[in-house]
């Protein structure tokens, strides 16, 4: 029952590929009530598709998946699922999700959507003539401080906004002893770093600041190979790595942007020594600037005001007045975890797959991201500002919305 | 099933008061399987007593609970319930707790278990002659980084402690407009900040450094009055605080500890103006030291080595390497939240209450750490170091059980 | 000639010791008009004595002293110098200080002025008999930072003052194979850590809030025994250290204090692997608090309010408001130096030396630290709070001063 | 004399104009002796010029120049002068420095040299026709720390360097209400913050990774008028800004630089909210990383090695192992200030200037800047990148210098 005693309603959930992401989606299907027991929606985890045997028996034995199916398509013409979470390696992404909505399911599919903005814009198309309701995994759009961020640069409490900043720097691939695997190999992955990071970072600057109009951008490879990976051919032999390691662009954004007239700067790197997960962005405006980054997603550095006797950074910990804060903690201080992010997505996810307004990004965000990697791409290529068109339907906060 | 397709012991819970912590543990029990499949257990909600309709709805409807009681006694009756959940106001802990031991059920309480030492010994003695375990809501001692910080202690990486201090500060209670609540009541709280937070600080330092032996302490009283709650007789009067704000205190380390010889103070204040959730300590060695601090939880600053070009703190996020933390996350950056830590502790509560080891904390550490406060009291109230008599079976990091 | 033309005064120095801090002395003597034009003082370097021809050397080939002299008696002796610096080896201080005294000299002197209260008292005794003007090398007091800290407090922007921590944590002693040297003899240093850091940080909790009105403490020594000096009849073996590594005291306030009713804990270290110079202090009061350290010593961390979105720290740098500042540096951001602050100290001591208000402190502001050291010594002893009498004459804030 | 009882070298010093900057100069001629005795250099200050008298007053009164003019030529053609230093408003820096050049003086000259390239140009053109040994007021390049992470960089600690992020952050023009100035006049200043921070910036990152080969660049200018100066022809009415307020580049490095291959991002702002003077630099290499801002000189973050258990950044306070600290502090943690770098450039300037080894900046770094900038607004107006010119003489750091 729902916390009013109604009957909740039930929407049975098939998984596709049970990794440590497949693993996170069930769990977040899993407590959703907990955190947002008015919604009256309880989920049935009915299939879930994995081509090992042993993600099979995880989906069963602790996700409490009621069958599996080695072939994802099974999950997909499963009558009793409804809507889909699409885990499976990147590769894979834009092939299922396409088959998602060509079966008429709603899908909560992890970036990147695609290896490229066509796979992206392919998958686009599918749910658009499906009609079905779409839910991408840019979960840093869910963090509270990240919200209230949004808020305050739509409240124009820090002015017009002069210029940006975002990074995401990483060093998971820092080593340049570990194997090659489909992370470093253009056919599986597409671009690298890119394709990766900043595909998380382009949807954050939309969602934050608004459509970018335009890029010019470098890349690098820099542990240029690797050593191949064990049982594979590749063994005992150095292989080429097929994509950059780093990338740096300029960024204008679109006249619709809240943004519009902004300058600045996005970077990412996968070899980053010393960051471990440095995701953030900091954000000039005529009145103020604010600081956030992944590391300490709790808090915010905001510094509002020019003048008076104590100007400068305050650090801010997310509280009961931030974006779905008090949903998860009762009072500041009170760290929330990165898995409460998925939970926030499930619920935009469920709440647009079961008829409710679409609050969350959906596969013209994802698009829209695409094409800035693309331009990106094609900037480094030639060295030239590359325009990005703006894509329908998206919800980047463009003046429109955010008035 | 567990991970391995066995067939996963199911183990009744029973909850006592269905507030905010009560639905942590409920929540923390729901999740468990995911986090530590391969315990083989499951649990089953069987019954939650409140007095609150609200509460008794809540529990059945949200938490998934499958009866309900207004008197907790039903609860601990319940031949279903195995295992029971005390999240009642404080000052009915020691009561309920020693039910529980009387109705033979393995509890997890949580603190103030008394609101005096005298309270907390009589539900230690109630749960020692019932054979019952015990686990007690000391949640921090569950950080991956608190835990790293002691495997450091133990193993000698920043030499001999010489000194520590502990520091517990929170803003809850800052507001001198905020109403007379039990909380400012002697009879309801017993002592202030040092029945609250202070609690939490001596607990944990007895789990990294070793029993406290011997204290001196002060304690204020700065926002003397506060207004009377609506609805009660105190209703447009002023009601006078009846207990500590802030608490100091000097320590000393009893000979049986890790921290022997070392020297410190332990502070506790719920009227800071700045800090949220500051509740940390800071350790010093002889070849290094270790700073850690609740409101950025997933981090530890590390100093070792008095020598070499670049000496000075590192700061250093949870990874792998550090206990539990990969049951949670896959790689370091990536935060873990607060709810987390009760999964640990629930799970340390069923493995002890099924029979397998007791890693937790129990009832002998709740005595433990109420003889601080007690012995803290006295001090304040003679102005002279007061002893601090050792609790049998309690798990503070002695030399003997780190060696 | 001054700023404006006229004539300056011009003070003739003599110097006592030709260190680390001789030399510092004599550079802020020399470069005071830059900084101070308008007082029309200017100083002459007249004498210096040191034991060490190096050391005489230095000060007429470097400093430009116009004589020098093996005996410090010669330069007191000396018609032409009407102010001493007096930075000598600790254990002479006042031994020297009493004799300038009897000279009629105003003097400068290093902390500790004594190696117990006692000494201390003497000089304070001689000082009062002669009445020359006296500064003492307290001078953390004059950090614009921790000026603006003191109006803040004084000002009641942070409310009433509840708790307050001082911390004074060095790691110059941290290296167990560092040789024996004076700093360890009780006969050259009297006590250790409390006399050095724990005198300048009782002297800065006395400027900021007022006198110290009693103290419980506790001493450790851990580096117990140091190889002996080459050169020395200890060398080849260990000799056991004689005064403590470590203090720690809890305090009251006396009722003269601006903080009267507070309480507090100050702690010192020289032993601290980790920290370099962590001298600092957390002031917390009833509206807000304040968070200083000498390692970062142009910034300050302030929160004031307990309401509103963006309660929390507030980073700011020192700025044109804070006094002092502008006679240094002209922006915010811009860094003042260690040394800037013996130029404020000089400017206070040449204006009381030539009959001009004492702004800075004075030997019973030395006494009155060396009475709370005195205590703490007594009270690691006795285990009993002891209380600090009240030094007349010292410049501690109290309600008086501050109203 | 000197340390040794030589008989030191005196070198005559002019200056033009007595702003703060000269002032800083002649300071710092004035202490040299203190911290380079060994040098054996001592300083005359001969000649002053400013055209306001209250400039020729103070210099005379306050500064210790022996006589003043109104007409800097006269400062130049006095023949007691041999060295000068070039404090005077931007836009004559250039014309002086070339009379300078004309005259055979040795000149210590302010950045930026020159309002373009071009201006920068002449006055290289005129130094080298003269012979003169030159030193730019590159100030940052002589901060402990960053010489510091030079010499990181140079031995490899870091390993390849991928990426470098700089950013010169001010809020000095962040007030659209102060008055338009000099400043923001294209006839006075040239570019905006380009000529002013940047060119600070660009050499900094020519300093410590090498020459930088190729930019692309964009501009913004949103503070876009300004109230006219009182008692000028503009008051009352508001004047259109005619520079940029923000830049931004990537820039790819020459092939001879350490950081040939490396990729990276330069931003300045003058109108930032909450930077004070983030001034700074990361710098990221396969093996580590460095962090460093001016706000906290005396510390730098620095990150080294991928593996192990405490993989993260250190805080490294600056001690006697950084080049230059020892000759300021005696021990970590006690901190240098911004005055103390001037004292060290002119250290090397007068050395340079007596015949010594030119250690600093000169004449050719400030053009080397001065064609980043130029190629920055040129590929602003393009939307192309654009080739820097590597320029002969400089003292950026290539691969041929470090190994």
Redesign the interface.
């Known amino acids: 029952?729902?916390?009013?005693?109604e009957t909740p309603r039930t929407v049975g959930v098939g998984l596709i590929s049970v990794g440590?992401m497949g693993?996170l989606h069930?769990?977040a299907y899993?407590?959703l009530?907990?955190f947002y027991?008015e919604l009256g929606i309880r989920t049935r985890l009915v299939a879930a598709a994995d081509t090992a045997p042993a993600g099979r028996?995880?989906a069963?034995?602790?996700?409490g998946f009621e069958r599996t199916f080695a072939d994802y398509r099974d999950v997909l013409a499963d009558p009793e699922v409804e809507v889909v979470s699409i885990c499976a390696p990147n590769f894979l992404h834009a092939e299922i999700a396409v088959a998602a909505a060509e079966a008429g399911k709603p899908f909560w599919v992890e970036k990147p959507v695609g290896r490229s903005a066509i796979e992206t814009a392919a998958v686009r198309d599918a749910a658009e003539k499906a009609g079905v309701p779409t839910t991408i995994g840019f979960n840093y759009r869910h963090v509270p401080a990240v919200e209230h961020a949004r808020q305050l640069i739509n409240e124009g409490t820090?002015?017009?906004i002069?210029?940006v900043?975002g990074r995401f720097f990483?060093?998971?691939s820092?080593?340049?002893e570990d194997p090659f695997t489909w992370r470093f190999e253009r056919e599986q992955s597409g671009s690298g770093v890119l394709n990766d990071l900043m595909g998380h970072l382009a949807d954050l600057i939309h969602y934050l600041l608004g459509p970018i109009g335009s890029v010019?951008?470098?890349?690098?490879t820099?542990?240029t190979d690797r050593p191949g990976l064990k049982g594979t051919p590749h063994e005992g032999t150095r292989v080429p790595v097929q994509n950059e390691?780093?990338a740096?662009?300029?960024i204008?954004f679109d006249d619709s942007a809240v943004a519009a007239?902004?300058?600045?700067?996005l970077?990412a790197?996968r070899?980053?020594?010393?960051?471990?997960?440095?995701y953030g962005f900091e954000i000039?405006?005529?009145?103020?600037?604010l600081?956030w980054e992944?590391?300490?997603?709790?808090?915010i550095?905001?510094?509002?005001?020019?003048?008076g006797?104590?100007?400068?950074?305050?650090?801010?910990?997310a509280?009961r007045?931030f974006p779905e804060y008090d949903r998860?903690?009762?009072?500041?201080?009170?760290?929330?975890?990165?898995?409460?992010l998925k939970v926030i997505e499930a619920k935009k996810f469920l709440v647009s797959a079961t008829g409710g307004p679409a609050e969350g990004s959906n596969i013209a965000d994802a698009l829209a991201s695409a094409q800035v990697l693309s331009a990106a791409e094609e900037s480094a290529a030639s060295?030239?500002?590359v325009t990005t068109p703006v894509v329908p339907g998206n919800t980047s906060n463009t003046k429109e919305k955010s008035a």
Do not use: C
């Open positions: 029952m729902t916390a009013s005693g440590w693993r069930s769990r899993s407590v009530p907990f027991p028996e995880y069963a034995n602790v996700l820090i002015g017009t002069t210029n900043r990483g060093g998971f820092s080593n340049p010019t951008a470098v890349t690098g820099y542990l390691d780093y740096t662009m300029l204008r007239g902004a300058l600045g700067s970077e790197s070899i980053a020594v010393g960051p471990k997960s440095e000039f405006g005529t009145e103020g600037s600081r992944f590391e300490r997603l709790n808090e550095e905001i510094a509002i005001g020019r003048t006797s104590h100007v400068g950074y305050t650090r801010v910990f509280d007045s998860f903690q009762p009072s500041s201080g009170t760290g929330m975890g990165y898995d409460d060295s030239q500002w």
